[in-house]
């Protein structure tokens, strides 16, 4: 009497199952390193200071909070980048896993940290709503309760995801995280605390943090505001501008430019991931970006 010997059953794995092993590794590393959590506490510290500090102008609580996301930026960049300043290392020819993949596994591991960043920003627009909201414009049309719309909230989430590919990015050209950490800083304080040098007319559509509200001329300086219609917000003459101007902010100009943001993220992200990866995110991060810049401005006033 024959017997037939069965073969144990094998575990199906695909060709990128070592990529999802390697995102899920690198995403606990960049959780337990401490630059995203230094990144939040300054990013506390500072709206605590925003909020209980006389404001400078009419609408500097609103843009001051909007900048504030760079802390949590700079924190996700500095991360990825020591994350990827892993891949300088030599790694032998018979590696079981290429360079593209190993590229693609990190970047994948630091959607982790735009988790998180998406936690601390919901937590913070609950506090606000639960807090009253923002004072924005002068008298006569002053608020007291101005509140980011959904497009406006979901900016620095993408921003944190832009900043995971800046950091790939940037630590695969300086080949140093120490060096990378220093470029990164230098490009966050220029996009947060002096984004004013990137936030003008044309500027706003390309800059990574676009701050709004936007200043649109209303009348001449000797109008009375009480003659302009109650429900504009009103900027009244200063050292900066010789007019009354009414302040804008426009949730749809925000909706486009996240869409630009996805496609920053994109063109970033294709000068950190070496081969198959690199042509197809260029051709769409390029045609989102087009769009989405033409989009921005077809809403500008």
Known sequence: MSTTTQASPRLATTPQAPMWALARVEAGRMLRSPAPWIGIALWAASNAFTLTSAPGWVSSQYMELTTSATFLALGVSIAVAYAFGRERTNVSEEASMPADQRAAGRLLGGLSLVALVAVVVAAGA????????LPLGAEPGRTLHAHFSLPELLQPVLVAAFAVALGAAVVHLARHPLTASIVLFVFWFIAGPAYWTINGPVLRWLTPVQVQPISVEAAPATTDPLTLPATWLLEGPGPFQDHWARLLVLPELAAWHDLYLVALTLLTAAVALPGRY???????????AIVAIALQRSVTP
């Open 278 to 288: 690199r042509r197809p995110l260029l051709v769409v991060g390029t045609v989102l």
């Open 126 to 133: 609950a506090w606000l709503r639960l807090r009253g909201g």
